[in-house]
């Protein structure tokens, strides 16, 4: 089992920054490919980012694409999503999701483990 908890959400106005960290514990964390979901009030969950096991290679959802950055620190067990430009469109609950032995993960059916979300919120 892989617990994730994600932390760093909040409300921000359009146009700011956060970053959101997501900590992992129970297996060795550089086996796990890495990423990040969000899920809007209403609509279904969406894929936002991913990272592979050694962190030498992201992938972006297009409307994130210039705007988030996904990173991770495999000594600290830690994954990271820096988000600057908000807009009220990523206005969403946030998941980390872990992929054991895989290069990437780009839908939900890849993911072996989701963290509980944390809700970020971005006024206009």
């Known amino acids: 089992q892989v617990q994730l908890v994600e932390s760093g959400g909040g409300l921000v106005q359009a146009g700011g920054s956060l970053r959101l960290s997501c900590a992992a514990s129970g297996r060795t964390f550089s086996n796990y490919a890495m990423g990040w979901f969000r899920q809007a009030p209403g609509k279904e969950r969406e894929y936002v980012a991913a990272i592979s096991r050694s962190g030498g290679s992201t992938y972006y959802a297009d409307s994130v694409k210039g705007r988030f950055t996904i990173s991770r620190d495999n000594a600290k067990n830690t994954v990271y999503l820096q988000m600057n430009s908000l807009k009220p469109e990523d206005t969403a609950n946030y998941y980390c999701?872990?992929?054991?032995?895989?290069?990437?993960?780009?839908?939900?059916?890849?993911?072996?483990?989701w963290g509980q979300g944390t809700q970020v919120t971005v006024s206009s």
């Open positions: 999701v872990a992929r054991y032995s895989a290069y990437y993960i780009a839908k939900i059916p890849d993911v072996d483990y």
